[in-house]
């Protein structure tokens, strides 16, 4: 075994900070057609139970996703798919740290599953998942990649 899939589960790979103002807030939501007012009317938001205008989910998961996608490129494979689960909103102006961490590193293709998650500077986690990563030229459906 060697390269990814000669990884540690538990072992963390990679971490990223990310760190959002309004502005980038009401830039993304202008960016994807999101407009809904929860992410720009702090007003609105307290009216419906939070704290202050959240960051968007979508964000959230692009930034684990990328983190995930660029980490793959670096060890000469390939992110074949992901998926995120937002636990607890995150708000303008705090820190936010992208960590992966190998969970599973014994596929059949070579691959690894990576732990996702975004966490505050307190240990809160607003969102996890996972990520598939293989090499490159690894199918899942038994082909390779075009």
Known sequence: MSGIAALTPGTVVASRDHRVDEI???LFSAACSLPHRIHYDPEFARLEGLANVPVHGPLQATW???????????HGATLQSSSVRHLKP???RELLRAY????????EDNGIVLELRLAKEDGTVTTTGTATI???GASRDG???P
Do not use: I
């Open 143 to 145: 082909g390779g990649s």
């Open 90 to 92: 995150a708000y303008p």
């Open 24 to 26: 980038d807030l009401f």
């Open 64 to 74: 684990l996703t990328q983190l995930a996608s660029e980490w793959a490129v670096q």
């Open 100 to 107: 992966l961490t190998v969970a599973d590193s014994e596929l």
């Open 134 to 136: 293989v090499p490159r």
